[in-house]
């Protein structure tokens, strides 16, 4: 994959959110009162307009929804064709992201996927997603020792 380019700038809502993607974390803002996830972060919970919130961790997997295979990129610092999809992830949010590791042929809506991080060549990373990857017998021990 080309893509040559850095993370976006973070602003002051979202700067935690760059930086987690940075050390390779994916996190989300939550309502500190009723424990809604919402994405992209915005000044106030959407649903309360209370300003009580904070990132926490997200577990990374979830589900394509909504796709579409771009031919031609917006600049050459994309390969083409590349998917850019809506995942709804398992907390009960909702991203905008690249699904990468596969085929454009093989996503489909219902696909399981999980956060992959791409390095940017200035530090930063970018979270995709990719098919959840099983697995094996011999990683799983190497998890128990």
Known sequence: MK?????????????PFW????????????????????FPPERL??????GD?????????????????VSRPPSPDFDSPYVLAVVDVDEGWTIMTNIIDCEPEVVSIGMRVQVRFF???????????GPVRQI??????????
């Open 3 to 15: 893509m040559a380019r850095s993370a976006p700038v973070g602003t002051e809502l979202s700067a």
């Open 45 to 50: 919970c959407p649903g309360t307009q209370s």
């Open 119 to 129: 390095d940017c060549s200035d530090g930063s990373a970018l979270p995709m997603f």
């Open 53 to 69: 919130w904070s990132y926490v961790e997200s577990c990374g997997t979830g589900t394509v929804v909504s796709f579409s295979v």
């Open 136 to 145: 094996s017998d011999e990683q799983s021990d190497l998890g128990d020792q």
């Open 19 to 38: 930086e987690a993607a940075a050390q390779h974390r994916l996190v989300v803002p939550r309502s500190n009162t009723s424990g809604e996830y919402f």
